[in-house]
């Protein structure tokens, strides 16, 4: 029988490790795809995961209960991927994201395999000049198809501030791949 959030939450401010060890089995592969979404790699996405549940664990006693687990956790995990991402080279002299080998799909029609690897490297490209907010408003809004609400509380913004933040993203993005637009048509 599978426990609550609420109630693995309150075994483990007792004490009970194993009732944390649930927690982090039942959201680590959530966090994961979100500190993925916003490193761009592996490796720096272990990284915040691993972060994210020492965060979680040492301030257990912080989360008030006011929210999901879920809500509170990825609050911590995209302020772990923020904090990765600003320490990072400015962002003029940083490496795009790794590319994740998109253009490997040729088969009966190179021609749209091509294109398809191109608008990946180009979405990964522009996801990666994004701001650290930006990238993360997007994602949670796009990829995780997170209500504005629980964007602005996982940001700690106010609701027009994150519904703002997505816009500039999708502005920006719509930007960097208008000519893949216009080449579709």
């Known amino acids: 029988m599978e426990v609550s959030d609420a109630a693995a939450v309150a075994r483990a401010r007792a004490g009970e490790q194993e009732a944390f060890q649930a927690l982090v089995e039942r ?3 959530n966090v994961f795809r979100l500190a993925f979404r916003m490193t761009g790699n592996e490796e720096d996405a272990e990284d915040v995961v691993q972060e994210t549940f020492l ?3 040492r301030h ?3 989360f008030r209960g006011d929210s999901q687990f879920a809500t509170w956790l990825h609050r911590v995990a995209a302020n772990c991927a ?3 991402l600003r320490r990072r080279v400015p962002r003029e002299e940083a490496r795009p994201f ?5 253009d490997s799909e040729a088969g009966d ?3 749209r395999a091509a294109l398809s ?3 990946g490297r180009q979405v990964t490209l522009s996801l990666g000049r994004l701001s650290p907010m930006e990238r993360m408003a997007f994602v949670l809004r796009h990829f995780e198809g997170r209500p504005i609400a629980e964007i602005a509380r996982t940001l700690g913004l106010r609701g027009g501030a994150a519904k703002n933040c997505v816009f500039r993203a999708v502005s920006k993005l719509r930007r960097d791949l208008a000519p893949f637009l216009e080449d579709a048509r």
Do not use: C, T
């Not at 790794?98 to 998109?102: K, N, Q």
């Open 82 to 84: 923020v904090d990765l």
């Open 55 to 57: 965060k979680a664990y």
């Open 117 to 119: 690897g191109e608008i």
């Open 98 to 102: 790794e590319e994740d080998g998109a």
């Open 60 to 62: 257990l006693a912080r």
């Open 109 to 111: 029609a190179p021609e």
């Open 27 to 29: 959201h680590s592969r």
